[in-house]
Structures are given as C-alpha cells and as structure tokens.
C-alpha cells in the first residue's frame, strides 16, 4: 500500500537519515533521497522543500529518538545513587551506539553551516537530559535547583561526555548493538558511574 502523508514523511526522514549517515551531507542529493524511499522528487519537495529542510527533519527526528530513549531517571528505584547510575548508563548506552555516533559526528560536521541544527542535537543530548537529571535530584535529594543542576551537569560531565568524546574520536569503537535495558551492563561501566554518583549524590530528605 502506498505511505502518504504523516507517514511517507517519516518514511523519506528514516531514509534520508540512512543516506546521510552512509554518504554525508554534501554527497547526498534530493535524487537519491527519492530513489532509495523509492518515492517521486515532487512528493520529497512537497514535504521538504530544500536539502537543508530535510536535514532539520532529520535533527529533529533524531532529537526525539534520543530523548524517547533515554528517557528519565526511575522513580521506581528506591534509591537515588541508583537511579542515577542506571540513568547515567543509559544516557551514554544511547550515545555510544554507532547511529548516535554518526549522526553527532554528520550534526558537527555541518554545526559551521547549520549553527541552529546543530544546536538542536546539543539541546537533545546535553541540555535536556542534564535538566531531567536536575529535576529528579532536586525532587528525591531535596536539593536546591541551582545545586541540583550543578549535581547534574557534574555527573554527565564526569561519567557520560569523556567516554563519548573518545568514540566520537575515534579511540574507542561505538556500541554496534541498538541500546537495550538488557544489555546496559554489558554495555557500559556501571561500576565506574556509581563511584562517582556516590560521592556526588546526596542521601535524600
């Protein structure tokens, strides 16, 4: 049956992402787009009017599969250091896998031509999830909020962004594995983000 509407656009942005990843920006063109979702040009341009358009529907599609899967800290884990450790994990578990380390390397890549996109990736996968983490502090710790934020932004900066920052480097491979609840401790150190949680989260009220 043929997609239309609502969903022959996510179907172009799902395979737009893909082409982008494979080929980067400059070498994709809107004729190999249409090609490979295998829809006509004038139905891509009636939903994306220009490359750059399409690719702000790609930082936004990506956007909200970031945040859908990091998700927020459980309110259901009765101790605090260890929701934050089981969040910490899971935040760097999504960002070390190999399609979130491409399309951070593609949002860099374009972040001189396309400043206000490539805000948009830095907002979904610093910004957001930082204040999720602050919120669940200051809430479960009775925290202030400036405190709580400064708890926050310590902990991503010390147990998520350094281990991001090598594999965006190429130090250490990306996760070839589509990120799981199952697999977390496989995955990432769990071990090393619970030291550092224990020295900075407080016992709660």
Not at 27 to 55: G, Q
Not at 69 to 90: S, T
Not at 145 to 172: K, N, W
């Amino acid at each position: 049956m043929a997609r239309r509407g609502a969903q022959l656009r996510e179907h172009i942005l799902r395979t737009a992402k893909a082409q982008f990843l494979e080929s980067g920006f400059e070498r994709t063109s809107m004729d190999a787009v249409a090609a490979r979702a295998e829809t006509s040009k004038r139905s891509l341009y009636a939903h994306f009017p220009s490359k750059d358009a399409l690719f702000a529907g790609i930082v936004e599609l990506s956007r909200e599969l970031y945040l859908e899967q990091i998700g927020v800290p459980d309110e259901d884990i009765a101790d605090p250091v260890d929701a934050v450790v089981r969040y910490c994990g899971r935040l760097l578990q999504v960002l070390l896998w190999t399609t979130s380390v491409q399309s951070l390397r593609m949002g860099i890549a374009e972040a001189e031509r396309v400043p206000e996109l490539a805000a948009g990736y830095y907002e979904s996968v610093v910004e957001i999830p930082t204040a999720r983490l602050a919120a669940y502090l200051e809430q479960r710790t009775g925290l202030a909020p400036e405190a709580a934020d400064a708890t926050a932004r310590a902990l991503v900066a010390r147990t998520v962004y350094p281990e991001v920052m090598s594999c965006l480097l190429g130090v250490r491979p990306p996760l070839p594995r589509r990120p799981d609840p199952v697999t977390l401790a496989d995955d990432v150190d769990l071990d090393r983000i619970r030291s550092c949680a224990v020295s900075l989260v407080p016992a709660g009220p």
